[in-house]
Structure formats: structure tokens, C-alpha cells
């Protein structure tokens, strides 16, 4: 199994950046990518951003393309979700997860493309 740990969301006020930690332990050369992912109150989870542990490929969804970037430190087995000029649409909890594969158009299964969730972190812009 793999267990991830996300950290270092908080309250943000509207344009501005955090930066979200994954720290993956157990089992990761299992997995082929971490994705992250977002819920809004009320709203089904989507999709932001993955990172496939070998090339280094990247795939966003359209809503973060180039305000947001991933970064990996192998080292330390974490990966970084860097978002700038955050927007109050941004509030969500979010969550990285360790994936089979990877979806161009970012529609994943959340239950058979997905090995293992993160618990989560908070992360709200105040406008």
C-alpha cells in the first residue's frame, strides 16, 4: 500500500500563492503518477494537476494551467503543488493521490484509477 500526507494549505486572500506538500511512504514504485485533486463544498472532486514519478510528465486541468506548478523532490519521496494567484474559487480541500494511470482530459475514475487518497487540506481564499 502507499500512504500519503498532505500539508501546508491555509487561509490565503485572493491573488496570492501556497504551496501544498505530498509525502508518499510505503509502496510508491507501485504508483505511477501523483495527482492532486480538489472538492469544493457541494461539489463532486476534480481534477488539478499530476506528476508521473518517471519522465516527469505533466498534466493540469485547464482551470490552474499557468498559475499552477509541480515539483518532486525523489529524495525525500514528496511532491510539490505550487498555486499562484489563487481565487476565491480555489477553496477546497485538497488531496493528492497515488494513480494507476494518468487521463489526458483529467475524467478519472476515482475509485479504479486511484490506489491510495490523502486525507486532505484545507485551503481558503478570501476575496
Known amino acids: 500500500h502507499v500512504q500519503l500526507v498532505e500539508s501546508g494549505g491555509g487561509l490565503v486572500q485572493a491573488g496570492g500563492s501556497l504551496r501544498l506538500s505530498c509525502v508518499a511512504s510505503?509502496?510508491?514504485?507501485?504508483?505511477?503518477?501523483i495527482g492532486w485533486f480538489r472538492q469544493a463544498p457541494g461539489k463532486e472532486r476534480e481534477f488539478v494537476a499530476a506528476?508521473?514519478?518517471?519522465?516527469?510528465?505533466?498534466y493540469w486541468a485547464d482551470s490552474v494551467k499557468g498559475r499552477f506548478t509541480i515539483s518532486r523532490d525523489n529524495a525525500k519521496n514528496t511532491q510539490y503543488l505550487q498555486m499562484n494567484s489563487l481565487q476565491p474559487g480555489g477553496t477546497a480541500v485538497y488531496y493528492c493521490?497515488?494513480?494507476?494511470?494518468?487521463?489526458?482530459?483529467?475524467?478519472?475514475?476515482?475509485?479504479?484509477?486511484?490506489?491510495?487518497w490523502g486525507r486532505g487540506t484545507q485551503v481558503t481564499v478570501s476575496s
Open positions: 506528476l508521473t514519478w518517471i519522465g516527469g510528465v505533466t
Open positions: 510505503g509502496r510508491t514504485f507501485s504508483t505511477y503518477a
Open positions: 493521490a497515488a494513480l494507476r494511470r494518468v487521463r489526458t482530459y483529467g475524467h478519472y475514475d476515482m475509485k479504479s484509477d486511484v490506489d491510495a
